[in-house]
């Protein structure tokens, strides 16, 4: 039921918008390769240990192989975790989606919303935070040191566009 009272945030301009993934340096088809030369030297040197007499060696190299795989598998779960950031006029809001599918949404008033770091001297920007009214959660823990301060740079120039509130342009 609309009352006429409600606020559209679907139409609401998007002034920042972010997907943050963990960084995966292997695809599947860099994996299919990995693990077929895997396969293939742990195979050719099980069968010369074969040969010498050393019949247990040639399962420990397939139990290699077979480890290895599930490593692969694991890693590949667990970068299905996302998160989104996305800056409107009149809102901050926050989504984690877990590897395991897991949801969990916050949403903050930009005007009151403050973005803290955590800086080593050495590696850089360590920890991004959201603080607003006692509640603090942290952000971009994907990314890297250099890749969280453009993103923090980023985040700060989009709540000061939210801050300053929608423009009216007559002409576009």
Known sequence: MNTGNEIERESEQQIF??????????NRTGFLAV??????VS????IVFLMKGAWPVFGFFGLDVLV?????KVNFRTARAREE?????S????????HHGQVAEWTFNP???????????????????????????????????????SFYKGLLEALNAARRGPTYNPIA
């Open 111 to 149: 005007l009151w919303v403050r973005v803290d770091m955590e800086v080593d001297e050495d590696f850089g920007i360590e920890h991004l935070y959201l603080i607003s009214r006692g509640h603090q959660i942290q952000i971009a823990r994907f990314l890297g040191p250099h890749e969280k301060a």
């Open 85 to 89: 950031i996305i800056v409107t006029t």
């Open 35 to 40: 693990m077929l030369f895997l396969s293939a």
């Open 68 to 72: 290895v795989w599930w490593a692969f």
């Open 91 to 98: 809102e901050l809001r926050v989504r984690r989606i877990s």
């Open 17 to 26: 918008s972010a997907l943050l993934t963990p960084h995966r340096s292997l």
């Open 43 to 46: 195979f050719v040197t099980g």
